[in-house]
Antibody, heavy 125, light 109 residues
């Protein structure tokens, strides 16, 4: 069973760049799946940030696209998230997750079935 | 963007009750809707995918259904461990875009 673990600074100053890494175990990120980032502000709901395909293609939430980038380090079997120009509104628990899919009658159905434990990031000076 | 609107936002129920939570999509999303359960301080857990399919290991008291652009999560007989927040998610526009509903908090009456 694939396992994911987020890591990175827990405190980021306003206007700086938030950087997180998701380390993947028991599965190569180049073998399959999409690999996603999701966040959850305190007391609020879930927000998809973006995903990276095992081929390296990236997809971003349109509302965050101008500030977000997702990359990967295949030698370390990790993928990473950067959010630039952060504000207090970027304070959240950040999760990484597998975005799996299956085929049925020619249609592809996506779902997030394995999640990391999450890491809390606070934006504050 | 596709919006997912859940109702109710919160719900109080008793052990043994039958509970339904609805998620309305702003446009056709086919059967590309998933349901997640999240307990306080815990990671979201996939319950239902493809609108109807029960994720492995999830109790059969959970089920998903669809009526047009309305998607329903039903818990047939509430158990103490089911009190949590539930989120729907559309993946019709994936991988370009994925959106969650705002969540439904299910409390003990």
């Amino acid at each position: 069973q694939v396992q994911l673990e987020e890591s990175g600074p827990g405190l980021v100053e306003p206007s700086e760049t938030l950087s997180l890494t998701c380390s993947v175990s028991d599965y190569s990120i180049t073998d399959g799946y999409f690999w996603g980032w999701i966040r959850q502000p305190p007391g609020k709901g879930l927000e998809w940030i973006g995903s990276i395909h095992y081929s390296g293609s990236t997809y971003y939430n349109p509302s965050l696209r101008s500030r977000v980038s997702i990359s990967r380090d295949t030698s370390k079997n990790q993928f990473s998230l950067k959010v630039t120009s952060v504000t207090a509104a970027d304070t959240a628990v950040y999760y990484c997750a597998t975005v799996s899919y299956y085929l049925d009658s020619g249609n592809r159905y996506y779902y997030m079935d394995v999640w990391g434990k999450g890491t809390t990031v606070t934006v504050s000076s | 963007d596709i919006q997912m609107t859940q109702s109710p936002s919160s719900l109080s129920a008793s052990v043994g009750d039958r509970v339904t939570i609805t998620c309305r999509a702003s446009q056709n999303v086919g059967n590309d809707v998933n349901w997640y359960q999240q307990k306080p301080g815990k990671v979201p857990k996939l319950l239902i995918y493809g609108a109807f399919s029960l994720q492995s290991g999830v109790p059969s008291r959970f089920s998903g259904s669809r009526s047009g652009t309305d998607f329903i999560l039903t818990i047939s007989s509430l158990q103490p461990e089911d009190f949590a927040t539930y989120y729907c998610q559309q993946t019709y526009s994936a991988p370009r875009s994925i959106t969650f509903g705002q969540g439904t908090r299910l409390d003990i009456k």
